[in-house]
């Protein structure tokens, strides 16, 4: 695949899906679109990922050179962004197909249906989840895959990250390991998986279940993404889904250095780390019995090593557990707790 | 309203919805539709609730004598019977608007809309959720209510019943109490409210929060209608979502004497009462402190009274605080603990 990522304004601090995907997927990034950043290159703001040019528009890129438009960027509430439109439109007309993970669904939008089917394209909406979806029967157990599932003091702490870089070293270090991811970044980069905070409520375990029953016994180790926090007030539902849903084994917690209230619900403070970690083995427990054995923090708000060493040091006592910023330091010690 | 309730070969012991709105709801119960009880009467299998006649099919019924048709019965799965289609087709050609809970959703059926529009019916889907739903603020707290939550030890414990019982000895009691509906039996009793299990999985607390949030400051009490349990294997993320969303002041643990294994999931046991009285309490308590300050036993499994009263008795001891078979018993001392 051959993609170029839409990031217009946003690229590279608030493009999270661009950046996931440079970072992770397997496609070649063609380009990035983004109007702001017109003739930079994705390596001039971030360093260790894929590189690739970065493009006003799409008509900027030839018909040949790309096959696949990724909406790499998702405003507050998911809409499409009208600005956006002729990028799509010129997309279709190259052939391209188009993968979306915004609320706004592609697949609805009238004048892109005509255009895909004219040019034989798919439009591909990442956030719809499949009509067949039902209640979990309880059965995520049952496979023999060793199930880690990362958990969260909050959202934006690093979860679908933690879980892409611990599959990845896991693999270097040997291990049969995949992601099973549950939001749209994640399902763009593995080409596959549950939108789980978009599918009926009833069916949030039921969705992460039918993906681990799926994988059943491919591989040797399976690391789930998890969504939200268990004490977050508007997405806790998810979270605790997704936590019966896949009945794990281990679980990594993830926190972000400093951070002490929940982000854009200020009025609520995060629990002590301990609160945390006997919430969801307590929580777990009846289900799935799962211990925190390791601990993720994102210390990306700290410039130097030495605090974020420290930082690091600090949450790994706090755990009792080894820890580690899955970016900035070695994961061995993580890797070997989850063996 | 003078209503038909439909609930073929399932009345009294499968029919939940259709005893719910006979015990609670104000509407004038004109007939009991199930084929297999044709002749008999409600108060002949269940005495303390609406007495109607129970016939073979609505056009057993005048056309003057009805305005709605309920569907009280819910098949496993919640599809239509095709069966009921004949009795939909003749209250639709009486003139009655037609409420249901079922997943099917009767707007959606070609001949139903055709015969409701026809006849200037309503097709009433209380499980289809409205379109503006969205993420939770975290503001239930800010609401002057009392918010008193009734959470269980697994689904079919009686949490609907309990707090349709509760909100009605409140109100004799002199206190100005309301429930706020989750499930469809709630929604069809109050005639409005959410269906939470049936919404956005991002939605669930939000859906809560909009009821709560609407409500106000109407009432002193707000009784909210628990889900499921939040330990249950399939549909822990509703009761997350709610316990969360609806940032309760108090709790009523409702459990039924006896069961010892989660329904439909028996492989998984329940956790000690004290268990779930932590989780609860300890899961509430980031977003919103919520103390379990009393306790609702369904005893209909047990015979006599005496052995209901003694399991009552061992229920309270165990939770350390005021419990009742709120069918059976007194509740008194459950409606002081909730002052």
């Not at 063609?30 to 290159?41: I, M």
């Not at 690739?52 to 900027?60: E, L, N, S, Y």
């Not at 997405?235 to 917690?253: E, F, Q, R, W």
């Not at 030495?306 to 330091?329: K, M, Q």
Request: hydrophobic fraction near 40%.
């Amino acid at each position: 695949m051959h993609v170029a990522i839409l990031a217009h304004e946003k690229f590279p601090g608030r493009a999270k899906t661009a950046l996931g995907v440079l970072r992770y997927a397997d496609y070649e990034a063609v380009a990035v679109v983004d109007r702001e950043n017109d003739g930079r290159r994705v390596n001039d703001y971030v360093p260790d990922v894929q590189d690739a040019p970065i493009v006003a528009g799409m008509d900027d890129l030839d018909a040949d050179a790309v096959d696949t438009l990724l909406i790499g960027i998702a405003p507050i509430g998911g809409g499409f962004d009208e600005s956006w439109r002729e990028d799509v439109r010129t997309a279709l007309e190259y052939g391209c197909d188009v993968v979306s993970g915004l609320h706004y669904f592609l697949s609805e939008d009238e004048e892109f249906v005509r255009l895909a089917e004219e040019n034989g394209c798919e439009l591909q909406d990442v956030r719809k989840p499949h009509d067949d979806l039902t209640v979990a029967e309880g059965v995520a157990g049952d496979i023999d895959a060793e199930v880690i599932l990362t958990v969260g003091t909050d959202c934006s702490v690093g979860k679908m990250t933690v879980s892409m870089e611990l599959v990845r070293d896991a693999r270097e270090a040997g291990l049969d390991a995949a992601v099973v991811p549950t939001g749209q970044t994640g399902i763009m980069i593995e080409g596959w998986g549950n939108p789980v905070d978009r599918v009926v409520s009833d069916f949030t375990a039921g969705a992460v279940e039918e993906m681990l029953v799926e994988l059943g016994d491919e591989h040797d180790y399976l690391f789930v993404e998890g969504q939200g926090s268990i004490v977050h007030p508007a997405y806790s539902a998810v979270t605790c889904g997704i936590l019966h849903g896949s009945m794990p084994d281990k679980l990594v917690l993830c926190h972000e250095a400093g951070r002490e209230a929940i982000h854009g619900y200020e009025s609520f403070s995060l629990p002590s780390i301990p609160t945390y970690v006997d919430l969801y083995e307590n929580l777990s427990a009846p289900v799935s019995e799962a211990e925190v054995v390791a601990g993720a923090l994102n210390t990306a708000g700290l410039e130097d090593d030495v605090a974020a060493r420290d930082a690091v040091d600090a949450y790994a006592e706090t755990l009792g557990a080894p820890a580690t910023d899955v970016i900035r330091f070695e994961t061995d010690d993580i890797i070997e707790a989850l063996r």
